[in-house]
Nanobody, 116 residues
Framework: QVQLVESGGGLVQPGGSLRLSCTVS????????MNWHRQAPGKERELVAA????????NYADSVKGRFTISRDSAKNTVYLQMNSLKPEDTAVYYC?????????WGQGTQVTVTS
């Protein structure tokens, strides 16, 4: 049974930082690329960052390049999203995701709110 559990969200002021974690189980973590998405109120879910199975390849949405860093730890079956220089427009529910075979798996999401 595939499970993804996000944590680390919260309330932060503009310019602040947060680190999100997503711990997975039920599949061979080291064999799959992992993604972080977000969904703001009234908007579609968007891909924020992706990391290859070996961790050597990363991709970012233009809106977060230079501010967010995705990484993974295979020993802990965990993918991270380090978010720096946060802006109010980063406010959203953040989800981790894995695409395994023909199925997309999602965590429950963690809320990030950036406000002064």
């Amino acid at each position: 049974q595939v499970q993804l559990v996000e944590s680390g969200g919260g309330l932060v002021q503009p310019g602040g930082s947060l680190r999100l974690s997503c711990t997975v189980s039920g599949f061979t973590f080291s064999s799959y690329s992992m993604n972080w998405h977000r969904q703001a109120p009234g908007k579609e879910r968007e891909l924020v960052a992706a990391i290859g199975s070996a961790g050597g390849i990363t991709n970012y949405a233009d809106s977060v390049k230079g501010r967010f860093t995705i990484s993974r730890d295979s020993a802990k079956n965990t993918v991270y999203l380090q978010m720096n220089s946060l802006k109010p427009e980063d406010t959203a529910v953040y989800y981790c995701n894995v695409n395994r075979d023909t199925t997309r798996y999602w965590g429950q999401g963690t809320q990030v709110t950036v406000t002064s």
